[in-house]
């Protein structure tokens, strides 16, 4: 059947309605394969142009009809600066004109950075995932939403750059991951492979909604700060469309992360086989692990520490070598101790791994 | 047998007359598994630091016994600049002084730009390495030496990088690999991994010599030097240490590709497998590439249109994303073009190359 002039009027009019910034949030979110209905997703709003964009955005596809979704907003307020306060009660009244509920806590950042000895940028992160999972929790939500931006990517690839690292740092922000191994709770950042920052800013001023502006973003103290104001603008004298350069070096890494992270695991699986007892997989055999690429030779040895251990914490490079060096050779005896006190040590043709 | 203490006093006499850098060469030179005897290795000698102080320290292990090789050296005037026929002269000169054989000889690299419509960089590292490969086969020479430094090899990683690059581009300088595909020639780096560029310099002080100065270093025309002036010095700000950090991002990706491509060869064996016909390999089943890790199966098709083609002259990831997008589906007789007319098609279960 054909449309009517009327009804296809109608229909151009719905489509055009949508902003082009909600239309390619539609877009990636079918691309993820997030729940356009029946859901609940939470949302972290800062109150940042990030954050409120994305709230915005996401409005804009409930009220339009594309997504049948219940968007609680979650709110942190970190206490490092005196006016913070008012910052969650200027979240707190956005998301009540546009009718979402608000669940808005506080906790003292910097008691908890003294008490775990990570730095402010850290237990500030640390703080902030915990807020989320929790809200997560609460909500009975399996979903919670980050509006970090393709300009955060290419700073976290500049940083991990910075540093030295492999594919695992290069590979940056993921866009899905889990909030925490075994939750059930996904962590999906919706903007990071297309928003710039200038485009949530100018989004909101389109839609009238003013943002919050956090004067720690002009702190040249802080390392991000200073690859945003002076590494990314050099950058972009060589190469005017770098954001994008680096999200795609970040998408390449996380691709060839993935792929050697399975193949490691299978060198695992191998390696720790036929050792029926409990606590087997404490013992490693030499022989598939040796016998294989360096890349996954590593792999494999970082995710065999992993398992045995709990976690990855205070474990760097300097210590999978050396478990490595302990693969050559055939002498037995050597022993390789890591941070916290556990030890590797080499048996014949096994790995020995004990506490 | 004790030795004497005279017999010890000349043992430590001879070993610490070694200057510290011709020590590091000797040690790289045995981690590379380089003859150590009998052998005739041509030395790539422009003149700069790099090569000299490469020249001076190789002569320094002849000198001292640590090693018994001919090293002819080899310099390519690329008469870019007018001065250039003076380097020549000047390398000749010192090659002589040291008593090694030269083989020196001139190209008007800007000619051949404008013939093979490469940049003028291009342009000269294929009229370098054609000529290194031409006097490694009238030596009878396996080896082939350039000085590349630490220092080059962060400028590599950067440049690279700021092109948006994967592990491929990312894993910079190889410091072994062939000359050219099939040539039976060996392109070896002994100094990348290692020495700075301000090494090579103190060196050649230390010693004496003079170096030659090429006045493009100092062309920020060219990328590569501004990554150099400019670039690199803001990093420093960051990470005092940046140029061993982008070395080690370098061995990283290079430990990462490497693992890769073997893993996507293998794929693209079990998919090119059972068409025992002339050609046969331009047939690609297309389950086995299909079923791989996006990593893999992205490699695996450009692996795959390498052989099919002899190069991978003018193909970018646009065109192998369109032959990756002919795995999914079902439906034949889709096709996509390559730079120079070669076309893929899928049909049915199969990828078909032609030409």
Chains 1, 2 share one sequence.
Not at 127 to 141: G, N, Q, S, T, W
Not at 305 to 328: M, N, P, Q
Request: with cysteine.
């Amino acid at each position: 059947m054909m449309k009517s002039h009327a009804q296809k009027r109608t229909a151009d009019r719905g489509k055009s309605k949508l902003s082009r910034f909600a239309r390619q949030l539609l877009r990636e979110w079918k691309r993820l394969n997030l729940p356009q209905a029946d859901a609940r997703v939470v949302v972290a709003v800062s109150g940042g142009a990030d954050s409120v964009s994305l709230l915005l955005a996401l409005d804009e596809l409930v009220q339009s009809g594309k997504l049948n979704v219940d968007f609680p907003v979650a709110h942190l307020d970190h206490r490092l600066r005196k006016s913070s306060g008012n910052d969650a009660r200027w979240v707190k009244a956005l998301a009540k004109r546009l009718r979402y509920s608000v669940v808005a806590r506080s906790v003292k950042v910097s008691q908890r950075a003294v008490a775990t000895q990570d730095n402010l940028e850290q237990a500030a992160r640390h703080a902030r995932y915990a807020f989320l999972f929790d809200v997560a929790k609460e909500m009975a939500a399996q979903i919670v939403l980050t509006a970090h931006t393709m300009d955060d990517q290419a700073e976290t690839v500049l940083l991990n750059l910075l540093r030295g690292s492999g594919s695992d740092g290069l590979g940056g922000i993921e866009p899905v991951r889990l909030l925490a191994q075994g939750s059930g709770v996904a962590l999906v950042r919706p903007l990071v492979s297309w928003a710039r920052r200038s485009d949530t800013e100018s989004y909101c001023r389109a839609r009238g909604v003013d943002f919050l502006m956090d004067e720690m973003n002009d702190d040249q103290r802080f390392a991000r700060v200073r690859v945003r104001r002076q590494l990314l603008p050099l950058m972009a004298s060589f190469n005017p469309k770098i954001v994008e350069s680096l999200a795609r070096v970040a998408d390449l890494a996380r691709e060839d992360s993935a792929a050697l992270e399975k193949e490691a695991d299978e060198i695992l699986q191998l390696a720790i086989s036929n050792n029926s007892k409990t606590g087997a997989h404490k013992r490693l055999k030499v022989q598939p692990v040796w016998s294989a690429a360096s890349a996954l030779r590593r792999r494999a040895l970082r995710q065999w520490i992993r398992e045995c251990r709990g976690d990855l914490k205070r474990l760097e490079r300097v210590h999978i070598l050396a478990v490595e060096s302990l693969l050559f050779g055939e002498r037995g005896g050597r022993v390789v101790e890591l941070p916290g006190g556990a030890k590797v040590a080499r048996k014949r043709d096994l790995l020995e791994y004990t506490e």
